[in-house]
């Protein structure tokens, strides 16, 4: 059974910058896309980036040019580095595989 563990979250400034890690287990990280969501209380969880198996990325407009996700199949390990944090990008970030497995979460909270 494929599990998800993302960590790196935490709380920084305006301005600052986080990397977060989700490790995966089993088989197929490889051949599997990646991606990285986000969620605030009382709204629904939305897209940020994903990395396909092939190294393809694709970002929400919010985000670009700001964050960057990568992978490292070895390691069965997806990042997503975040950089020029804004307030609005406060949240839990959820790493998912292909839209079936999913991560617990792991709060990102950016202070003014």
């Known amino acids: 059974q494929v599990q998800l563990v993302e960590s790196g979250g935490g709380l920084v400034q305006h301005g600052g910058s986080l990397r977060l890690s989700c490790a995966a287990s089993?088989?197929?990280?490889?051949?599997?896309?990646m991606g990285w969501y986000r969620q605030v209380p009382g709204q629904q969880r939305e897209f940020v980036a994903r990395?396909?198996?092939?190294?393809?990325?694709d970002y929400a407009d919010s985000v670009k040019g700001r964050f960057t996700v990568s992978r490292d199949n070895a390691k069965n390990t997806a990042y997503l580095e975040m950089s020029n944090l804004k307030p609005v990008d406060t949240g839990v970030y959820y790493c998912?595989?292909?839209?079936?497995?999913w991560g617990q979460g792991t709060q990102v909270t950016i202070s003014s």
């Open positions: 998912s595989q292909a839209l079936e497995v």
């Open positions: 089993g088989s197929i990280f490889g051949i599997t896309t």
């Open positions: 990395i396909s198996a092939e190294g393809l990325t």
